[in-house]
């Protein structure tokens, strides 16, 4: 650091180390534009606390989830004096929790608990793969987050109701699955009709951005509340219906369990192998057909009760 200067300068050594980058990353981000070129004094480079602020930016905005073409562009923004407090507001609203739950820890020894004193390594291991379950390392005991302590309680119960934990796990993938597809469905809707007009700039502008970040608060709740209220409408309207059948005195319908062997086009046979491989073929397409068969018996049964009413 030069005793000379006011403002402190650094070596690129000390650069690398302040900022928690590498002396190579630092050249790369000069190289893409994403930092400014150093001060040449004699025959050294001399950086100051402008590129160090820069590369904390930078490790910010990639800890969000942004790459490095998106940052150069949120950076040059910046540069140009149109402003980050907006996108960077914006950018920790739609990032941060999106429920009042709090997470909680476990020990192994009350998970075993819980789930009947019978240790299962195999369910444990699915759900950390799940996310269900985070391990706490450098720990004495075995410990772990839970991020839904709900979510836990849920298979808890259904776990004391005789439903096996591989059921329990297998459900939990599909509902996801189905969620994940709700919630994507909520984000293009809202876009679409709410946040297009805040977002026709690439960046947005400051004040546009934080305008986006004031509706995302408003916004967040909905969601959810829409799912909860639809699920329940659901549930009120197919219980019943669901009940109805295995209360009926009439023996259910039996098929031969042999297997039929059914002639399919052979574009169709290729896509599905290019998707799951030539041994998947015959799974993947019975499971097709099961979950088609399982939507269209709802949406019948559907229809029956609105044509009653």
């Known amino acids: 650091m030069s005793e000379q200067s006011a403002q402190p ?3 690129i050594e000390d650069l690398a180390h302040l900022s928690g980058a590498t002396v190579r990353t630092i050249r790369a981000y000069q190289d893409r534009g994403l930092l400014p070129r150093p001060e040449r004094r004699g025959r050294s480079n001399v950086y100051g606390d402008a590129h160090l602020a820069r590369l904390r930016q930078i490790a910010d905005l990639l800890d969000r989830g942004y790459t490095l073409a998106s940052i150069k562009e949120l950076l040059e923004a910046w540069d140009t004096g149109r402003g ?5 507001g ?3 609203e739609v990032n941060g929790p999106w429920t009042d739950e709090e997470a909680a820890r476990i020990s192994r020894a009350e998970l075993d608990a819980r789930f009947g004193g019978t240790p299962d390594e195999d369910a444990v291991r699915e759900a950390v793969e799940l996310g269900v379950l985070e391990p706490l390392p450098d720990r004495d005991t075995e410990e772990y987050l839970v991020p839904s302590p709900q979510e836990l309680s849920v298979a808890v119960e259904l776990y004391a109701a005789g439903v096996p934990l591989s059921a329990i796990t297998g459900h939990l993938r599909e509902l996801r699955d189905q969620v994940e597809h709700i919630a994507s469905r909520f984000l293009e809707f809202t876009t679409e009709h709410v946040f297009a007009r ?11 951005a934080a305008e986006a970040a004031t509706m995302v608060r408003r916004l967040r709740p909905l969601a959810q509340q829409t799912v909860d209220a639809e699920l329940a409408r ?3 309207l197919l219980a019943p219906q669901h ?4 209360l009926s005195t009439e023996a259910p319908h039996t098929q031969s369990e042999e297997p039929r062997t ?3 086009p052979s574009g169709t046979i ?3 192998q290019n998707l799951v491989g030539p041994e998947g073929v015959a799974a993947f397409i019975a499971a097709a057909t099961e979950r088609e068969i399982h939507k269209r018996t709802l949406d019948t049964l559907a229809s029956n009760h609105q044509q009653v009413n």
């Open 9 to 11: 300068e650094y070596r």
């Open 84 to 88: 980050l407090g907006g996108v960077l």
């Open 90 to 92: 914006l950018v920790a």
């Open 198 to 208: 805040y977002l026709e700039h690439r960046p947005p502008t400051d004040a546009d």
């Open 234 to 236: 659901a549930m009120q």
């Open 243 to 246: 009940l109805q059948f295995h």
């Open 262 to 264: 059914v002639a399919l």
């Open 270 to 272: 290729r896509a599905v």
